[in-house]
């Protein structure tokens, strides 16, 4: 059943005109980093499809290098055509967006070396730009209320996952 799974994502990717990629690393509850791939892609029908790649357990060091390799390797096993790629989205980690280290900058240089002209959109997330601006915006009573049912959740083993 895995397989197929594989199989269908892979040939659903292969009709991908143009894709990009959504990255996010966090901690599970083990402490062990967890870095999770998504792609979105438009065929040339002009369909949109959105999946979750791969989930990559980060072992080692959590680096721009470290995550940039695991990327690399997803693309690798699902055989992606990196030439396709037009956009990257990431948290604001330094990890991820770092402009010589950062995963993303990475890939694009590396898409550069390899001779693809396509300009690669780095974009923060939408999420995390919300979170940024609440804290600008001076959002406290809602924050706050937010904060408290996350940690409420958090504090009891069985609703942590």
């Not at 959002?139 to 069985?158: A, F, P």
């Amino acid at each position: 059943m895995s397989d197929s799974v594989n199989d269908s994502l892979k040939t659903c990717c292969s009709n991908f005109d143009v894709f990009s990629l959504a990255l996010d690393e966090s901690k599970d509850m083990k402490d062990t980093a967890q870095l999770a791939i998504f792609i979105r892609g438009v065929t040339a029908a002009l369909q949109v499809y959105e999946e979750f790649l791969q989930l990559v357990p980060l072992h080692s060091t959590t680096s721009g290098q470290d995550i940039f390799d695991a990327v690399l390797q997803c693309v690798k096993q699902h055989s992606l055509d990196l030439s396709r790629l037009v956009c990257v989205t990431t948290d604001g980690a330094p990890a991820m967006t770092g402009k010589k280290k950062g995963a993303a900058s990475l890939l694009v240089r590396h898409c550069e070396a390899a001779g693809h002209t396509q300009p690669i959109h780095k974009v923060h997330c939408i999420i995390h730009q919300e979170s940024l601006c609440s804290k600008s915006a001076n959002l406290t009573d809602v924050m706050s209320v937010v904060v408290k049912v996350v940690n409420s959740i958090l504090s009891r083993s069985l609703n942590h996952r």
